[in-house]
């Protein structure tokens, strides 16, 4: 089992930065993937940004040179770096990890952090 816990969401004005932490716990060394998810009011949830054990990065066209995803294994923890907010990337801000195998894959959730950017 896995639990996350996000933390770092609030209001900024757009143009603002914010950084949201994930902190992970339980049997986090058997994960893959880790990514930051976001679902906005009646939108589907969306990949954000996502990192693989080796360090690649992968992001959202829409959140591309503004976001930087980034872990400290050494805490844990996996941080999205968030500037030149807009209005449009208001929505609740969700970690996520994925274990992978052959055949098989599960992912675990944290319970979510609001980002409002006011225009």
């Known amino acids: 089992q896995v639990q996350l816990v996000e933390s770092g969401g609030g209001l900024v004005q757009a143009g603002g930065s914010l950084r949201l932490s994930c902190l992970g716990s339980g049997n986090i060394d058997s994960i893959n993937v880790m990514g930051w998810y976001r679902q906005a009011p009646g939108k589907q949830r969306e990949l954000v940004a996502s990192i693989i054990s080796g360090g690649i990065t992968n992001y959202a066209d829409s959140v591309q040179g503004r976001f930087t995803i980034s872990r400290d294994n050494a805490k844990n923890t996996v941080y999205l770096q968030m500037n030149s907010l807009k209005p449009e990337d208001t929505a609740v801000y969700y970690c996520?990890?994925?274990?992978?195998?052959?055949?098989?894959?599960?992912?675990?959730w944290g319970q979510g952090t609001q980002v409002t950017v006011s225009s």
């Open positions: 996520n990890a994925r274990f992978l195998r052959p055949g098989f894959a599960r992912d675990y």
